[in-house]
């Protein structure tokens, strides 16, 4: 059995007309399954937690951006016996790229319909504190701190998106909020430990992102060494640069080609923490986690099972 978690409201509601587009097909070729559209922000990772209780061997089908994929792993239980599987429908969809996952929807449903392959990925884990609790928040994509926080955070506050979208210039909101973000950006001192040993000092810290996907933010390739299998998280370390250096490495990083410059620092690890001398913003595939001064990541090898 097929269930699809759709997110109807994705790329400004264009998701709603691709979902009657793919939902004729399943009718007309008479596919077993069932559909749940969100209504609001948090719902997908609600229905995530349903599906999961039912205990029940189906492949669960996410159709929207990285958020909504976002908020499904994080209501999974990774112990009950689902298939994931993932058709993009966002602006940025940083997991299907990464992934070689159909950028057309009508392919993606394609290719979940007609494979039995299974791939077993990996997700992460930030782990903050928010209004004094602790938060956990998987990620499937990326998590990071500073610059590339801000340029998440401001995306989703500005009427910019939704405009763009609509004239299917999504993408060009990442651009443009960060040219902003770039003139905005404020550096901060901090230390980051790496697998509880390696301790780094860093001045003015520009941002600190962690990977398990090599592309986010719509295609940077801040991670061209991240491996979504390998059980370890790939950090990309920006660090006591200008701004106008910030924004030729930005520029470099489309082509994954920022790693050779002075500031930039890549690691491999299982794990990292980083105490910031003053609030940062952080998030988790694009989704706001507020400002923090402590925050760590933490690798999950192996535990989700997707449909590839």
């Keep these: 059995m097929y269930r699809f978690i759709v997110n109807p409201n994705s790329r400004s509601g264009k998701s709603r007309e691709l979902w009657e587009k793919l939902k004729d097909r399943l009718d007309r070729e008479q596919v077993p399954y069932t559909a749940y559209l969100t209504e609001y922000a948090g719902h997908a990772r609600r229905l995530a937690e349903t599906l999961s209780a039912r205990r029940e061997p189906d492949t669960l089908v996410v159709l929207g951006g990285d958020g909504t994929l976002n908020e499904v792993i994080n209501g999974l239980s990774v112990s009950a016996p689902l298939t994931l599987a993932y058709i993009p429908s966002g602006s940025g969809n940083d997991f299907s790229r990464g992934m070689g996952i159909p950028r057309r929807p009508e392919k993606a449903l394609e290719r979940i319909l007609g494979s039995s392959r ?14 004094g609790q602790p938060l956990h928040r998987r990620f499937l994509v990326s998590s990071g701190a500073g610059y590339d926080a801000e340029v998440c955070r401001n995306i989703f506050t500005t009427g910019l998106k939704p405009f763009l979208n609509r004239l299917h210039l999504g993408k060009l909101s990442y651009l443009l ?34 990977h398990i996907q090599k592309y986010e933010g719509g295609g ?89």
């Design 118 to 131: 299974v791939r077993y990925v990996d997700y992460g884990i930030l782990s903050c504190q928010t209004s």
């Design 177 to 210: 909020i960060g040219i902003k973000q770039i003139v905005l950006c404020r550096g901060a001192d901090g230390c980051l430990t790496i697998d509880g040993v390696k301790k780094l000092p860093l001045k003015q810290i520009r941002f600190i992102s962690a």
């Design 220 to 308: 940077f390739c801040f991670a061209p060494g991240a491996d979504p299998a390998d059980g370890l998280l790939e950090l990309c370390v920006v660090s006591g640069v200008s701004r106008l250096k910030l924004t030729l490495l930005l520029t470099a990083s489309l082509f994954g080609k920022h790693t050779s410059f002075k500031g930039v620092r890549t690691y491999s690890c299982k794990e990292a923490s980083l105490s910031s001398g003053r609030p940062i913003q952080v998030h988790t595939d694009g989704e706001d986690c507020g400002l923090q001064t402590e925050i760590s990541f933490h690798c999950e090898r192996r535990k989700l099972r997707f449909l590839y």
